[in-house]
């Protein structure tokens, strides 16, 4: 597994979404690395852990990522935020502070959860990679960015940082839209033992805010925040906000 490791101060884990690698988040390194030692992952299959031999599980991904970064709150994107709810909900002693960027407990409608989307957009990508991977992958970007105010330098930041690092493999993704499909953690959150921040984009087409606002009134000490003009990328379009809300949740529950 591969991890960078930025900046100074106490730590902080930032888990990427489908497709991506912690590259991504450079406009948050920028605004956080001189008050905080960001360890960006690249989970299993994707940037330089596209050889990792860990499967895309939580369960895997959860116990690789707690052996390669110290004790300190996590924050996950989208796919990275299923990974850090279940560290958080399974490993508390691990993981104290659990931040949700952009990131569901369930990413699709169903009984008694009506803010997700249809699990047939998951199934429609994970068709399109068998017929026109490269082609699917920047369908996908499309799909984040639209909503935003900024779409078309979203995408073009997303497609430059898409393969900055080599390409994901074919068996990762696929793993991660069946992730995105099958889980459910909603059960987790009555019972998370350690305080959450839910940050949402108002114009988010993969995770409606609604989403992060009722999984965030399911949990106790939870907070939810949202990014009004924001897509499923806020990291991007608004930078200096979502590091102030970080900054400040970070450094009240520092490890």
């Known amino acids: 597994m591969f991890v960078e490791t930025r900046g100074e101060g106490p730590p902080l884990v930032l888990l990427h979404g489908w497709a991506m690698h912690g590259g991504v988040f450079a406009p948050l390194v920028e605004r956080l690395s001189s008050r905080f030692t960001l360890h960006l992952v690249d989970l299993p299959g994707h940037g330089y852990s596209r050889d990792s031999g860990v499967p895309l599980r939580l369960d895997a991904c959860v116990d690789a990522v707690r052996d390669v970064v110290p004790h300190a709150p996590w924050c996950g994107w989208s796919l990275g935020g299923l990974v850090a709810l279940h560290a958080a909900a399974t490993r508390p002693g691990d993981v104290p502070a659990l931040a949700m960027l952009c990131a569901s407990p369930c990413f699709v409608k169903g009984e008694g959860w009506k803010h997700g989307v249809s699990a047939e957009i998951f199934r429609s990508f994970a068709d399109g990679l068998r017929n026109d991977y490269r082609g699917t992958l920047q369908l996908f970007i499309a799909l984040e960015a639209f909503g935003s105010d900024h779409a078309k330098d979203d995408i073009r930041s997303l497609r430059g940082e898409l393969f900055a690092r080599g390409e994901p493999s074919a068996e990762a993704l696929a793993a991660g839209l069946e992730l995105l499909e099958t889980s459910d953690l909603r059960d987790a959150l009555p019972t998370l033992s350690v305080?959450?921040?839910?940050?949402?984009?108002?114009?988010?087409?993969?995770?409606?805010?609604?989403?992060?606002?009722?999984?965030?009134?399911?949990?106790?000490?939870?907070?939810?925040?949202?990014?009004?003009?924001?897509?499923?990328?806020?990291?991007?379009?608004?930078?200096?906000?979502?590091?102030?809300?970080?900054?400040?949740?970070?450094?009240?529950?520092?490890?």
């Open 195 to 255: 305080p959450s921040l839910w940050i949402g984009g108002r114009r988010d087409r993969l995770v409606d805010p609604r989403a992060m606002q009722a999984a965030a009134a399911l949990a106790p000490n939870a907070s939810a925040h949202v990014i009004e003009h924001a897509g499923h990328a806020p990291f991007l379009t608004h930078a200096d906000e979502v590091a102030t809300l970080l900054a400040d949740f970070a450094t009240e529950h520092a490890a």
